[in-house]
T-cell receptor, first 109, second 113 residues
Framework: RKEVEQDPGPFNVPEGATVAFNCTYS??????FFWYRQDCRKEPKLLMS???SGNEDGRFTAQLNRASQYISLLIRDSKLSDSATYLC??????????FGAGTTVTVRA | DVKVTQSSRYLVKRTGEKVFLECVQD?????MFWYRQDPGLGLRLIYF???????EKGDIPEGYSVSREKKERFSLILESASTNQTSMYLC????????????FGNGTRLTVT
């Protein structure tokens, strides 16, 4: 079983829609969680951390469910510029991050 | 702004060649990492280093070695390139204890023929 699994998508949504997707992890001792965004042919960039109580950053909401061992990302009022691949990152220990393979989101006009 | 620079954007090498991928960061970060990214597999850690001359194996070190002689530079070496090493290689760096936040270079797409 992979340490981190994501639905690869793609999620095709119209502008203005809400889209949400999850990332499951296998190591129950994982302490830190993040979402990265990767545009086509570009490097991944940190989007947001995921806190235990859930957190928002503008139109983006991240949540953690420790009992079921998954994190989620919700994008409200989708923009064309939100089209990207979203990578979840789980840290089972200090240095060895585990990346999901990514969920592709395509926002259409 | 942190800058992580990878020496080549695209590389084409032949099977059996020795390949050097160079990465330089300008923010005095202690930690540096080499990942490869393949469709459906995501990013997989090859090697990382948390100090000069220190190195640790990641999840898929076979067929690779690394060198960190200076703090700002972390080199990935493919001793004898093989076709299954065709991939996107991403270098990253971070400061201090732990790995995040990671700052990535813009990647080197290596093709081994």
């Amino acid at each position: 079983r992979k340490e981190v699994e994501q639905d690869p998508g793609p999620f095709n949504v119209p502008e203005g829609a809400t889209v949400a997707f999850n990332c499951t992890y296998s190591n129950s001792a994982s302490q830190s969680f993040f979402w990265y965004r990767q545009d086509c042919r570009k490097e991944p960039k940190l989007l947001m951390s995921v806190y235990s109580s859930g957190n928002e950053d503008g139109r983006f909401t991240a949540q953690l469910n420790r009992a079921s061992q998954y994190i989620s990302l919700l994008i409200r009022d989708s923009k064309l510029s939100d089209s990207a691949t979203y990578l979840c990152v789980v840290i089972p220990n200090d240095y060895k991050l585990s990346f999901g393979a990514g969920t592709t989101v395509t926002v259409r006009a | 702004d942190v800058k992580v620079t990878q020496s080549s954007r695209y590389l084409v090498k032949r099977t059996g060649e020795k390949v050097f991928l160079e990465c330089v960061q300008d923010m005095d970060h202690e930690n540096m990492f080499w990942y490869r990214q393949d469709p459906g597999l995501g990013l997989r850690l090859i090697y990382f280093s948390y100090d000069v001359k220190m190195k640790e194996k990641g999840d898929i070190p076979e067929g690779y070695s690394v060198s960190r002689e200076k703090k700002e530079r972390f080199s990935l070496i493919l001793e004898s390139a093989s076709t299954n090493q065709t991939s996107m290689y991403l270098c990253a760096s971070s400061r201090g204890q732990g790995a995040l936040p990671l700052h990535f270079g813009n990647g080197t797409r290596l093709t081994v023929t």
